[in-house]
DNA sequence: CTCGGATCTGTGAACGTGCACAGATCCGTA
DNA sequence: TACGGATCTGTGCACGTTCACAGATCCGAG
C-alpha cells in the first residue's frame, strides 16, 4: 500500500537494517562503526557495503542518549543586539573556536541569548544533555546565564573575565597591561596633554582600559582630560571629541576606548582643522577593520580574537578530557600595532 | 562509598524519581508534563513539587529519540571566514530569525561551515535527528551544503535565491529591481555620465545589482563606465574607484555594489578632489553601518535583514507544521534610504 | 590430543522519554 | 442494583544506539 511505502522511504536506516544487509549483528555493525578491534576482514567489507547501500548515518540522539554526551559543544553569546551586530571581535572568536573545535571533530553550535525568554530557553537546553560544554562570550556580572551554567556543572570556559565568576576558566587580554603599555608609547611620542575618550564603563573592558591609563600618566593625571561616554561607537567617539577638545583646546595625544571611538574622534579633530599626527597623536584599541580605514591608519592594541576563541575552545576541550582546569584564567598578549596616527 | 555518593551527586534526576517522589507512576509525570488530561489535582500539585524538589529538566537526547524531532532549527552560514566577520547583514538576519524561533519556543542552533572538513560534519550533523530544519545563509550555487540538505529531505529555507535550488523555499530581497530602481534615482538628479562599480559578480547578488543598473541606464548604456571588482569591499571601492576616474574623468554619478564599496570610493574621489554630491552623486546598497559613517551621508537600498531572518524563520516553521511551503520563494521590498550623497 | 589464549560474534540490557493499552474508580441514570 | 460513560492511573513497549557478557571458533604449544 502507498502509506506503507511512503513510510518505508522516509524511515531512516538503522544499525538493525545495516545488519540484516550486512548478515551480521547489531554488535558487530557497532564495533566497526567505533572502530573497535576483533572484527574479521570478511565482516568489515561486508558491513561497508551495506552501510553504503541502504544509505545509513547514526542516530545522534540515540548516541547522546546512551553515551551521556554529545559531542558538540555549545558558544553562548550573550549580548543585546546592537552588540552582537557590531562588535569587531565576535566574528573572529567565532571562526578561532569553530576551527579548534572542528579539529578535534566536535560540533559548534552558536546559541543566541538575547532576551530574558532566550536566556530560560536556552537554560532547559544546556540541561538537556545535548551539549557536553560551553564557551560564554562576553557575560556580565550578574549574567543569569552564568549562574544557569554553574548550577548544571557542565565544562566551561569564559572569554573575557567578569569579576563573579571565582575559579571558573576563562581566556582573556589584559586590557589594563595593554591600555597601559600603548599610553606609555603614545607618552613617549613626547606629547604633554594626554587625554583618554573612555568608552563602556560599565564593563569590564571598558574601566581597565581606563584604570591602565591612568596607571601610565601616573602623577601627571587631569581629570579634565578624561571624557566618558557610554558606548564604543563612532558617533560616541565623534561626541566624545567635540566635548574634550572644548575643554581642553591644547590637548595634543588621544586614547581611544575602541577603534571606533577613534575614528569618530579622528573625524572631529580634522574638521576642527587639527593635523594627525602634527598636532594631535591618537591611538585605538581593537586593531578591527576601522584602523586600517582610517587616514592616517590608526596606531592601536591588537586583540588575538580568533587567538581567544581557539583558547577557549581547547579550554574546554581539556576540561572534557578530565585534564587540569587551570582555573586562574589565561591571559593572552596583545601587541601593539604602530601606524602613522601617532 | 565516596564513589557511589559521587555518582549519586552527578545523576541527573529522570522521570522515574520524580514519580517516586510524588508517589505515582511515570506515566503520570509524563502526562503533566506534556499538559495532558485526565490527571487529578492530586496528582498534579505532588508531582510539581516533586519536580521542584528533585531538580527534574527533561532529557533533551531521549525525548528527540522517540517523538523523532528536538525543538531545535539549525542556522547554517556557509562563509569563508572574512565573509562571515565582515558581513554586514549576517548579524541582523541572526537576530531576526532567532527572535521568530524563540517566539515559537524552538532554539536556534547557528552552524558554521567554514573548511570543507566542517561541511562534512555538519552534513552529519544535520542527518543525526537533533535538528528539526535549516536556514541556510549565503549559499553558493553547487555549494555542498546545498546538496547535504537536499539529499536528506529537512525542511529548509535559504537566505537569498541561489540559481540551483529549484523550488525550495526562500526568502530574498530583488536585488535587479533594487538596483534599478536606485540608479533611476540617480538618474533622476541630472546625472549625465552614470558609472557603476561592480563587486562580486561571482555570487547571484552581484550580478543581479549589474542586472539592474543595465536595466535602468538602458540605451545609454556604455560597458566604459562598468568597473568589476571582487569583493563587496572598502579597498576594493577605492582600486575601482581609481582605475574607473582615470578611464573616465568625466563621471560624474557612480552606483556602488555595496555601502563599503560606496565609502571607498567616496574617499578616492574627495581625495582627487571632487564635491559630492556637487560634481559626482554616489549611492550604494546594504544600508550598513557605512552608511551613516560617511561624509556625507550614503543615499542607498535598505536591506531588511532583520525582517529576512524573521520570515525565513517562519517559512521553516510553516514547512515544520506541515502547511503549504509556499515553493516560489518570497521577496522582501528594500526602501530607498535617499541621504546626502546624490 | 588437549588445553589455554586470542580472536571473533551474537544477545540482552540499558540510556530516559512518550504513548497505547488495559485496568480501576467514580458518578449519574435507568 | 446494574450499567455505561467519563475520569484517572499504571505497565510494557518502542525509539536507536553502546556495552558487557557469554559463547563459538581458531591456532599453536606442550
Redesign the pocket.
Known amino acids: 500500500m502507498s502509506s506503507v511505502e511512503a513510510r518505508n522511504r522516509r ?2 536506516a ?3 537494517d545495516v545488519a540484516l544487509e550486512a ?6 555493525v ?2 566497526v ?2 572502530g573497535q ?7 568489515r567489507t561486508a558491513i561497508d557495503a551495506a552501510i553504503a547501500k541502504v544509505g ?4 545522534r540522539a ?2 547522546s ?4 554526551r554529545s559531542q558538540a559543544i555549545g558558544l553562548i553569546v550573550h549580548e543585546p543586539h546592537s552588540l552582537f551586530v557590531e562588535d569587531p571581535n565576535i566574528g573572529s572568536i567565532l571562526m578561532g573556536a569553530n576551527a579548534a573545535l572542528s579539529e578535534a571533530d566536535y560540533q559548534m553550535s552558536t546559541l543566541i541569548a538575547d532576551t530574558p525568554r532566550d536566556v530560560d530557553r536556552l537554560a532547559r537546553y544546556l540541561s538537556g544533555g545535548l551539549i557536553d560544554g560551553v564557551i560564554i562570550v562576553s557575560a556580565r556580572v550578574g549574567d543569569p546565564i552564568t549562574e544557569a551554567v554553574a548550577r548544571l556543572d557542565l565544562p566551561a570556559t569564559f572569554v573575557g573575565r567578569p569579576r563573579d565568576i571565582g575559579s571558573a576558566a576563562s581566556v582573556a587580554i589584559d586590557n589594563r597591561d595593554s591600555a597601559r603599555r600603548i599610553t606609555n608609547r603614545l607618552l613617549a611620542t613626547g606629547r604633554r596633554r594626554v587625554g583618554m575618550i573612555a568608552a563602556a564603563l560599565d564593563r569590564d573592558s571598558g574601566a581597565d582600559r581606563l584604570a591602565g591609563f591612568v596607571d601610565a600618566v601616573g602623577g601627571r593625571f587631569d581629570a579634565e582630560l578624561v571624557e566618558r561616554v557610554p558606548l564604543y561607537s563612532y558617533s560616541d567617539g565623534q561626541r566624545g571629541m567635540r566635548t574634550l577638545l572644548a575643554r581642553c583646546p591644547d590637548v595634543d595625544g588621544i586614547f581611544a576606548s575602541s577603534d571606533a571611538v577613534a575614528a569618530g574622534a579622528m573625524d572631529v579633530l580634522q574638521s576642527e582643522g587639527r593635523r594627525i599626527p602634527d598636532d594631535v597623536g591618537i591611538v585605538g584599541f581593537d586593531d578591527s577593520s576601522w584602523a586600517m580605514r582610517c587616514d592616517p591608519p590608526l596606531s592601536t592594541v591588537h586583540q588575538p580574537a580568533t587567538e581567544l576563541g581557539r583558547a577557549a575552545a581547547e579550554s574546554v576541550l581539556r576540561q572534557l578530557r578530565g585534564v587540569s582546569d587551570e582555573s586562574e584564567g589565561r591571559q593572552l598578549e596583545c601587541p601593539i600595532v604602530w601606524r602613522g596616527s601617532a
Open positions: 524511515r531512516r538503522t544499525v538493525k548478515g551480521v549483528s547489531r554488535g558487530t557497532s564495533r562503526l567505533n578491534p576483533y572484527v574479521s576482514e570478511d565482516a545509513f548515518i547514526p542516530n540515540a548516541r542518549l546512551v553515551l551521556q
